[in-house]
């Protein structure tokens, strides 16, 4: 096998997001784009001869053929080694335990997490270096600058590998090896929860629904909870990955996840619910007729993590990103913990988690996890959740009354304007950063402002500076107002307004989310001229 080097880009464009580089599956196929985004990866991170890379993906459409063309080019620069997921699929999570445990120089994950799948829906390309983390900024700033000047990339001839049965086999020269996707990730979850106490909780009759959403979660779940733990079979529902994830959005809200709503808020609903999204790093907790918020399942988990083996010893602290509402910081303040606010992005917490500073983080996305691995974890933090529901022998509901009559309660909420004309995005935001500096004192919808800013992050552990992260406006009554524009979505920009309202122990805490942040969210509205700018003001989405 002869390596060939194939002239070919540069492609405009190939700017890495918060987790990677994601477009519509037809531009990743055209011809060299997915091959010079590649290249210019090996090339950042000077070169793949004599490495060793971990490589999976959600299974969506193009995950197959993608993998091929990556062992090819892996191959032909050089790599020492690739470990594969059986059938391509790994969980993200998964690539992070496998290059953490067979100390790997870095992965790549393939998908683009909780967007669609599909020809003509999306896909994704992500980078994991060698502590398990997503790329930091300087890593991805190399890669662009190497996408931009990017003329050829090498690859050898070779015909495609049989990725269905576990083993070792060479590419040139080499090798690949083709593991079980779940079971290194199973052992790992073994040692951090009591599954013997897990299991009796089932075998006591405790009900529960895990919607895996045609995603790459299925497998794991479908492995753990029914058979390592002993949930009825039926207890993980669309457990089988597809290439267009059943048709659906696998996304694990209240909006996309609506049957498992529909069931947990019904009469005969299980005492326990839960789904995960596209590549298994997100997850979303439900008790019966009651949703958690992902703000709320961090804070509670930071409250009961020490009821788990792997976290008996406490947490050495708790990490949320700036949007997530600060109800882990209610949590961290009276334990007597370090609390850290770092822009959105998993790969933010990496230096804080391999510094030893935080156990716990989490995101207002969907996404929680731990120092276990290096990305955000949904199996994990479902996982945990039965180990603390299993310990304190209480529903989910009487776990957060209790928690709110502990810490108060944030009450939250994310509103999505999808798919809005860029220049309307930025015109919007720009306007709204040009008036933070006179908000303060000013009144809107009856709600006074307190304070205005842009959020700088400032990494505790190797003095970087990551400017442009957010807009933020706080409100009299520990109200607060967050404005971002994503870098998830493929198409358009997606506007993100998150609006958050404290209570204090001794409130009631009985409002709907709505009417509790109703004031905060018309004195956004307000204050940006979101109408005039955007033409709306009722959001595509609202978590």
């Known amino acids: 096998m002869t390596v060939q080097t194939v002239s070919k880009g540069p492609f405009e464009g190939q700017k890495p997001g918060t987790s990677g580089l994601r477009k519509k599956t037809r531009v990743f196929m055209e011809p060299g784009y997915l091959e010079c985004f590649v290249q210019a990866t090996f090339t950042a991170i000077g070169g793949a001869k004599g490495k060793t890379f971990v490589l999976g993906g959600d299974g969506r459409f193009f995950n197959r053929a993608a993998i091929q063309t990556m062992l090819r080019m892996a191959a032909a620069n050089g790599a020492a080694k690739a470990i594969v997921g059986q059938g391509g699929l790994l969980s993200t999570p998964a690539v992070?335990?496998?290059?953490?445990q067979r100390k790997t120089d870095g992965g790549f994950v393939l998908s683009a997490s909780h967007n669609p799948g599909g020809i003509d829906a999306d896909f994704g390309v992500k980078y994991n270096v060698g502590n398990g983390g997503p790329a930091p900024e300087h890593i991805t700033q190399a890669m662009f600058e190497e996408t931009q000047r990017i003329t050829e990339y090498q690859t050898i001839?070779?015909?495609?590998?049989?990725?269905?049965?576990?083993?070792?086999?060479?590419?040139?020269?080499?090798?690949?090896?083709?593991?079980?996707?779940?079971?290194?990730?199973?052992?790992?979850?073994?040692?951090?929860?009591?599954?013997?106490?897990?299991?009796?909780?089932?075998?006591?009759g405790f009900t529960m629904r895990f919607d895996a959403m045609h995603a790459v979660t299925g497998p794991y779940a479908k492995a753990i909870l029914e058979d390592a733990l002993g949930a009825p079979d039926g207890t993980v529902i669309n457990a089988v990955p597809s290439e267009d994830f059943g048709g659906g959005h696998p996304d694990p809200n209240p909006v996309w996840?609506?049957?498992?709503?529909?069931?947990?808020?019904?009469?005969?609903?299980?005492?326990?619910?839960?789904?995960?999204?596209?590549?298994?790093?997100?997850n979303m907790i439900v008790g019966r007729g009651i949703y958690v918020t992902p703000s709320d399942s961090l804070a509670v988990l930071a409250a009961n993590a020490?009821?788990?083996?792997g976290y008996s010893a406490g947490l050495a602290g708790v990490a949320r990103s700036m949007p997530t509402s600060g109800a882990s910081d209610k949590v961290a303040e009276r334990l007597g913990l370090a609390s850290f606010e770092t822009p959105t992005g998993w790969k933010f917490f990496g230096n804080?988690?391999?510094?030893?500073?935080?156990?716990?983080?989490?995101?207002?996305?969907?996404?929680?996890?731990?120092?276990?691995?290096?990305?955000?974890?949904?199996?994990?933090?479902?996982?945990?959740?039965?180990?603390?529901?299993?310990?304190?022998?209480?529903?989910?509901?009487?776990?957060?009354?209790?928690?709110?009559?502990?810490?108060?309660r944030n009450y939250y909420s994310r509103h999505d304007y999808e798919a809005v004309p860029a220049d309307a995005a930025n015109a919007?935001?720009?306007?709204?950063?040009?008036?933070?500096?006179?908000?303060?004192?000013?009144?809107?919808?009856?709600?006074?402002?307190?304070?205005?800013?842009?959020?700088?992050?400032h990494d505790p552990v190797d003095g970087s500076?990551?400017?442009?992260?957010?807009?933020?406006?706080?409100?009299?009554?520990?109200?607060?107002?967050?404005?971002?524009?994503?870098?998830?979505?493929?198409?358009?920009?997606?506007?993100?307004?998150?609006?958050?309202?404290?209570?204090g122990p001794d409130a009631a805490h009985d409002l709907t989310p709505d009417a509790a942040l109703q004031a905060v969210r018309d004195a956004v509205v307000e204050i940006t001229e979101m109408q005039a700018l955007i033409g709306r003001t009722e959001p595509d989405v609202k978590t």
Not at 96 to 100: E, F, G, W
Not at 186 to 203: E, G, R, S, T
């Open 96 to 100: 992070s335990n496998l290059i953490r």
């Open 428 to 457: 919007l935001m720009q306007g709204l950063r040009d008036k933070l500096a006179k908000l303060p004192g000013q009144t809107h919808a009856g709600v006074q402002i307190t304070a205005a800013d842009e959020f700088s992050y």
């Open 352 to 408: 804080l988690l391999d510094a030893g500073k935080v156990t716990l983080c989490g995101e207002e996305s969907a996404g929680t996890g731990s120092d276990h691995v290096r990305e955000k974890d949904g199996l994990w933090a479902v996982l945990l959740w039965l180990n603390v529901l299993a310990e304190r022998g209480q529903s989910v509901a009487e776990i957060l009354v209790d928690h709110w009559a502990t810490y108060g």
């Open 465 to 503: 500076v990551s400017h442009n992260q957010g807009l933020r406006i706080w409100f009299a009554g520990e109200g607060r107002a967050v404005l971002r524009l994503s870098g998830t979505g493929t198409e358009g920009a997606t506007l993100r307004v998150y609006l958050e309202q404290y209570a």
């Open 157 to 204: 001839d070779a015909p495609d590998l049989d990725l269905s049965i576990c083993g070792t086999t060479q590419l040139g020269s080499m090798e690949v090896e083709i593991v079980d996707p779940v079971s290194d990730y199973q052992a790992l979850m073994q040692k951090l929860f009591d599954f013997d106490k897990i299991k009796a909780l089932f075998a006591n």
């Open 257 to 282: 996840a609506k049957t498992l709503m529909d069931e947990m808020m019904s009469d005969s609903a299980p005492d326990f619910g839960a789904a995960s999204d596209g590549d298994g790093d997100r």
């Open 306 to 309: 020490q009821l788990a083996p």
